[in-house]
């Protein structure tokens, strides 16, 4: 076991290096991905929501640089933004939340462009939570719309089936 009276020195050793008066409790240290479209790896998990419902937590994680649309429409990489996550939640509190999530986990296909995922997985909260373990780890493009309002950064995420990404033309020459 550890010498707490150690341990006790350690942290007042680093707090002789912070300047306290600096620290400002209003300031946000996240800083949201700006506007753009972004490869992630999922991972879904039910949790209970600050208000006690049930929710899904997608945590996502981007794992090729952010790609951003120029002023001649052409995708330029944003810097910075590999292995950076987001997060997005889906309360399960009624049907049009439960329908969102729903919507979004279809777009995780198999290399025919069909959905892994079948009504079956929808019919019980625990077919949900093993259909959350199905995606695990698998990729799927984000489009990150962010906005300032009364002075607040605020973002949407939108998950893109594979379909629309080609579309966009994400996939580039494959």
Request: glycine residues 6%.
């Given at each position: 076991?550890?010498?707490?009276?150690?341990?006790?020195?350690?942290?007042n050793?680093?707090?002789?290096?912070?300047?306290?008066?600096?620290?400002?409790?209003?300031?946000?240290d996240?800083q949201?991905l700006?506007t753009?479209?972004y490869?992630c790896?999922?991972?879904?998990?039910?949790?209970?929501?600050n208000?006690?419902?049930?929710?899904?937590?997608?945590?996502?994680?981007?794992?090729?640089p952010?790609?951003?649309?120029?002023?001649?429409g052409?995708?330029?990489?944003i810097k910075?933004?590999?292995?950076?996550?987001?997060?997005?939640?889906?309360s399960?509190?009624?049907?049009?939340?439960v329908?969102?999530?729903?919507?979004?986990?279809?777009?995780?296909?198999?290399?025919?462009?069909e959905?892994?995922?079948?009504e079956?997985?929808?019919?019980?909260m625990?077919?949900?939570e093993?259909?959350?373990?199905?995606?695990?780890d698998?990729?799927?493009?984000?489009?990150?719309?962010?906005?300032?309002k009364d002075g607040?950064?605020k973002?949407f995420?939108?998950?893109?089936s594979?379909?629309?990404a080609?579309?966009?033309g994400?996939?580039?020459?494959?």
């Amino acid at each position: 076991m550890a010498d707490i009276n150690k341990l006790y020195s350690d942290v007042n050793n680093i707090l002789k290096g912070i300047n306290v008066k600096k620290i400002d409790p209003n300031k946000d240290d996240f800083q949201s991905l700006p506007t753009g479209y972004y490869l992630c790896s999922f991972k879904l998990a039910v949790t209970t929501s600050n208000a006690g419902n049930l929710q899904v937590k997608s945590e996502m994680k981007v794992v090729e640089p952010g790609l951003a649309v120029d002023a001649e429409g052409d995708f330029v990489e944003i810097k910075g933004t590999l292995n950076r996550k987001m997060w997005k939640y889906y309360s399960l509190k009624d049907e049009e939340s439960v329908t969102k999530l729903i919507k979004d986990m279809l777009k995780f296909e198999d290399e025919d462009g069909e959905s892994l995922l079948v009504e079956e997985d929808f019919a019980s909260m625990e077919q949900i939570e093993a259909a959350c373990e199905v995606v695990e780890d698998m990729q799927l493009y984000v489009n990150v719309n962010t906005y300032t309002k009364d002075g607040e950064t605020k973002s949407f995420i939108n998950v893109l089936s594979w379909k629309r990404a080609e579309e966009l033309g994400l996939l580039g020459d494959e």
